[in-house]
């Protein structure tokens, strides 16, 4: 996509109808699969594993859902990229680039937790141009990016809006796994997470979401993909937080990155992040 197409409401509207189909797509696939008692899992890490931390589960679920939202960007918009977990790269001629990742929270999907997510992205080459959080189970849309910044969900629709400014020490800081990533990273988390009123472990891109809502002051995470960060970037900052590498850089690529529902937090956060090498 044209830069000059962020600013083009009919292409702005294609692209949210877009993904919204993709994720009712997504949403189809899933489900079935979803707390059946009988769902395997493949581990992409290493092949007879059994560790935590050399498991990295896909699903057949997975795998549905993204050739689901394949079949809809072939069929309907053939001359953009995509980006997804499971079926790599393919390439485009319009400048947009969809990024998906058909469940983020593999684990808490097979563990039977409501906290994983559909994610969506557009990318053009100026970064997340929209985005949706979506979590099938329990019917929660976020959106954000094109003049969008709301949710959907079985209670309602209600505006995003991140809670702003606000002192460590009455901050929630969330972030998936609590080793974080390697001990040095470990530390870090750590460092930050003793200072805040309260520190929650384990919803993956559901984390996310909360930010965006007002409920999350700080996510922080390293070892990310692109494809489980720039959907989140896009609903973030629509909502008016901000999402960045440990460096104080873009995270659209992934690795460390923290989230932050305002300045405060994200500069006091990067005071010890940033220290990591």
Known sequence: MRSQDRTDPAEAA?????????????????????RT??????????AGATSEGQFDPVT????????AMRDILAKERPQDAIL??????SDGTSGLTWVLDPIDGTRGFIAGTPTWGVLIAAMDAQGAVYGLIDQPYIGERFEGG????????????RALAACGDRALDAATVMTTFPAVGTAAEGAAFAEIAARARIVRYGCDCYAY????????????????????????????????????????GPAVDGGRVVAAA????????????????
């Open 14 to 34: 294609r692209i949210i109808h877009i993904a919204h189909r993709l994720a009712d797509a997504a949403r189809v696939a899933i489900l079935p699969h979803f």
């Open 37 to 46: 008692g009988t769902l395997s899992a493949e581990n992409k890490f290493a």
């Open 60 to 67: 057949a679920a997975d795998h549905a859902a993204e050739r």
């Open 84 to 89: 997804g977990e499971e079926f790599g790269k």
């Open 146 to 157: 094109l003049g969008r910044a709301c949710m959907t969900g079985p209670h309602g629709t």
């Open 209 to 248: 979401a909360l930010l965006a809502l007002g409920q999350v002051d700080l996510v922080i995470e390293a070892g990310l993909n692109a494809y489980d960060i720039c959907a989140p970037i896009a609903v973030i900052e629509a909502a008016g937080g901000i999402v960045t590498n440990w460096q104080g």
């Open 262 to 277: 305002g300045r405060v937090q994200h500069d006091a956060a990067l005071k010890v992040l940033s220290q990591v090498r």
